[in-house]
């Protein structure tokens, strides 16, 4: 079923479990912040239909979607090792259904952990340079079976994901995985919705990331799904483009004009974002990061 609107999307939407948006708003408003605190707290696990078949998977502040099929069950980063094997069970309970591929994302162990939960039953499907860094670093999670460089469709109970590189970004392994049938992309960390980028990019690539933004907005899709927070658009997809580009070019401005990360994070106002979330946390934190960045691969005179 194609859907006309993220509108219809939503108002068609299935909840499983506690109310997704109110799920989805507050971890719009905390994202990564605060999961250190969740070691004394009750885990808050839902499912919540994003379209027709399409399901979105919260463990906490992470978030990944599954696929259900006449013929099993297309699932996506598992999270860790006990949410695993929730899912599995309540997929098996509420669908009848076993886990026949498990895609995922990119290899960070928040997102990628407890995929030999599910190695059993499915096939496990990965970027090629996330398979060696999965091994390399002996994540906790399943070795991938398939993996690919640029593109890669499966398609199950006649139904199909398309699976694309659109190149360093958040890691450099990382993917999109876009559902066709239901106008939805999930595409985790390296695009939230109306929040800023997550502290001071540990492991990230600049300015690629905005390249990787780029081929995401020319891609056809109505929902975007993310990682960490609430729902979003393909307008959410620019919108974080022009953070990224608004940051990167005030950064290398002050870098040049031999700002310290001090002073950069005096001067940089970037006001335009000042309503996202994590604007005063982490907006500092971005620019000492594009600062780090930018001034590793500088050469004055």
């Not at 059993?120 to 390399?136: C, E, F, G, K, Q």
């Not at 469709?153 to 139904?159: A, C, D, P, Y």
């Not at 239901?182 to 905005?210: C, H, M, N, S």
């Not at 022009?242 to 970037?270: N, S």
């Amino acid at each position: 079923m194609k859907l006309s609107s993220l509108t219809a999307a939503l108002v068609a939407v299935t909840l499983f479990g506690a109310p997704a948006l109110a799920q989805q708003a507050d971890t719009h408003n905390h994202n990564h912040a605060g999961e250190e605190q969740l070691a004394q707290q009750e885990v808050k696990r839902s499912i919540t239909g994003i379209a027709p078949n399409l399901y979105r998977f919260q463990n906490n502040f992470h978030f990944s979607v599954f696929l259900v099929t006449d013929d099993g069950v297309i699932a996506t980063d598992p999270i860790n090792a006990d949410a695993a094997t929730w899912l599995e069970g309540e997929i098996k309970s509420r669908f009848n259904q076993e886990i026949k591929y498990l895609v995922l994302s990119h290899d960070h162990a928040d997102h990628s952990a407890g995929g030999e939960v599910w190695a059993d039953t499915a096939t496990v499907v990965a970027h090629a340079n996330a398979r060696d860094v999965i091994i390399a670093e002996k994540r906790p999670t399943a070795t991938p079976d398939l993996t690919f460089t640029d593109n890669m469709n499966i398609t199950l109970g006649g139904q199909t994901v398309e699976l694309s590189y659109v190149g360093r970004n958040h890691s450099d392994n990382m993917i999109v995985m876009n559902f066709p049938a239901q106008r939805a992309l999930f595409a985790v960390d390296f695009i939230p919705v109306k929040t800023v980028a997550f502290r001071d990019f540990g492991d990230a690539y600049l300015p690629e990331w905005q390249e990787s933004l780029r081929r995401v907005e020319a891609m056809d899709f109505d929902i975007l799904v993310p990682g960490h927070g609430r729902l979003g658009t393909k307008a959410d997809v620019a919108a974080f483009r022009e953070y990224m580009d608004d940051l990167w070019a005030a950064v290398k401005d002050a870098v040049r004009a031999g700002k310290t990360v001090e002073q950069a994070q005096a001067e940089i106002k970037l006001d335009k974002y000042a309503d996202w979330a994590q604007f005063e946390a982490w907006g500092p934190l971005n620019i000492a990061g594009a600062h780090r960045i930018f001034s590793q691969h500088r050469r004055g005179n």
